[in-house]
C-alpha cells in the first residue's frame, strides 16, 4: 500500500537546523510531488511547499522562503526537509504527504520541538 | 493568497443528524477544494477531493458539492466515530490554503 514514513522526533535549541526526511512506498516516488505541512499544538494544518520529485521543481510558502530546503533523492525514495534558525514559533508537528493536487496519503508526522 | 473560511467553527449534532459544514473562498478555486478529517492525535485523512470526488475507502453518508467560491462538506446521517476536526483546502494555486477548521462533536 501506499505509505510514508518519517523520522522521529527532534528536540533543538533555538537558532538551530532540523532535517526531516520522508520515505515513501507503494507507488512510483518520481510521478507525484511531495508537500510539507506543519501543525502547530492546538492549530490548523499550514503548507509549507512542495517539490517535484520528477524534475526537483519547488515552491515554498512565502513565510518560509530563506530557511526552508527541500529536497529528494530518488535513489531511495526519499524526501527530506530541513529548516533553519529555529524559534519557538516553529515547535510543531511536521508532515509529508504525497500530492497528486490532493495530499494522500499522510506521513505519521514528525514532533519538532524548539527549547533552550 | 488565497484565504479559505469555514463556518461553522464547532458544532454539536446527534448520531442520525445530516449534518453541513460550508467552505468559503476568498476567489474563485473553480473545483480545486479538498476535505479532510483529523482525529486527536492522528493526522489529516483525504476524504473528498475535486469538491466531489470521494477517496476510496471513505463511507457514502460523505459527500462534497460546490464550485468557485463556496463549498460544503455533508455528513448526511453522522456517526459516532464521525467526531473530529474537518478542514477544507484549496489546491488552485500555491500557498495551499487551509481553512481554520470545523470541530464536530456528538451530543
Known amino acids: 500500500q501506499v505509505q510514508l514514513v518519517q523520522s522521529g522526533a527532534e528536540v533543538k535549541k533555538p537558532g538551530a537546523s532540523v532535517k526531516v526526511s520522508c520515505k515513501a512506498s507503494g507507488y512510483t516516488f518520481t510521478s507525484y510531488a511531495i508537500s510539507w505541512v506543519r501543525q502547530a499544538p492546538g492549530q490548523g494544518p499550514e503548507w509549507m511547499g512542495w517539490?517535484?520529485?520528477?524534475?526537483?521543481?519547488?515552491d515554498y510558502a512565502h513565510k518560509f522562503q530563506g530557511r526552508l530546503t527541500m529536497t529528494t533523492d530518488t535513489s531511495t525514495n526519499t524526501a527530506y526537509m530541513e529548516l533553519r534558525s529555529l524559534t519557538s514559533d516553529d515547535t510543531a508537528l511536521y508532515y509529508c504527504?504525497?500530492?497528486?493536487?490532493?495530499?494522500?496519503?499522510w506521513g505519521q508526522g514528525t514532533l519538532v520541538t524548539v527549547s533552550s | 493568497d488565497i484565504h479559505m473560511t469555514q463556518s461553522p467553527s464547532s458544532l454539536s449534532a446527534s448520531v442520525g443528524d445530516r449534518v453541513t459544514i460550508t467552505c468559503r473562498a476568498s476567489q474563485s478555486i473553480n473545483n480545486f477544494l479538498n476535505w479532510y478529517q483529523q482525529k486527536p492525535g492522528k493526522g489529516p485523512k483525504l476524504l473528498i477531493y475535486?469538491?466531489?470526488t470521494l477517496q476510496s475507502g471513505v463511507p457514502s453518508r460523505f459527500s462534497g458539492s460546490g464550485f468557485g467560491t463556496e463549498f460544503t462538506l455533508t455528513i448526511s446521517s453522522l456517526q459516532p466515530e464521525d467526531s473530529a476536526t474537518y478542514y477544507c483546502?484549496?489546491?488552485?494555486?500555491?500557498?495551499?490554503?487551509f481553512g481554520q477548521g470545523t470541530k464536530l462533536d456528538i451530543k
Open positions: 517539490i517535484s520529485a520528477y524534475n526537483g521543481n519547488i
Open positions: 483546502q484549496q489546491s488552485h494555486s500555491t500557498p495551499r490554503t
Open positions: 475535486g469538491a466531489s
Open positions: 504527504a504525497r500530492d497528486g493536487g490532493w495530499l494522500d496519503p
